[in-house]
């Protein structure tokens, strides 16, 4: 698979809800940067999503529209905003580094605006 295509099946999962299929797309060693720390390994992503999907992100509670894709070789950006039932996120991106078809290294930052 592309960068592009699991990007889409990250989005897809994550959407879903299915905290063990967006799971699908990363391995013991990857690495998710966040402003509140680094997140390293299966684990630690297990909590960090699940917490997303239980909480701010719940199935069916927001709406997420991407505003840019880009994808050169094996390196993503996305851009994205979003409403949530909680806050209004007016900008995030997300970064991806992918290898052997897993994400090895994710970005993330968001500015956020709680209702």
């Keep these: 698979m592309d960068p592009a295509?699991?990007?889409?099946?990250h989005l897809t999962a994550f959407g879903a809800g299915d905290v063990d299929e967006v799971l699908?797309?990363?391995?013991?060693?990857?690495l998710l940067l966040t402003s509140?720390?680094?997140?390293?390994?299966?684990?630690?992503?297990?909590?960090?999503?699940?917490?997303?999907v239980t909480?701010?992100?719940q199935p069916g509670t927001?709406?997420?529209?991407?505003d840019d894709l880009e994808v050169e070789g094996n390196t993503a950006l996305l851009v994205w905003h979003g409403t949530t039932q909680e806050a209004n996120v007016p900008f995030?991106?997300?970064?991806?580094?992918?290898?052997?078809?897993?994400i090895a290294l994710q970005t993330?930052?968001?500015k956020v605006e709680p209702k």
Excluded: C, Q
């Design 108 to 110: 993330f930052a968001a």
């Design 36 to 52: 509140d720390g680094p997140i390293v390994g299966l684990e630690g992503l297990r909590e960090f999503f699940t917490g997303l």
């Design 55 to 57: 909480g701010m992100f």
């Design 24 to 30: 699908a797309d990363y391995t013991e060693g990857s």
């Design 5 to 9: 295509e699991i990007i889409n099946h």
């Design 62 to 66: 927001y709406e997420i529209a991407i």
């Design 92 to 102: 995030a991106v997300d970064t991806f580094v992918v290898e052997g078809d897993k």
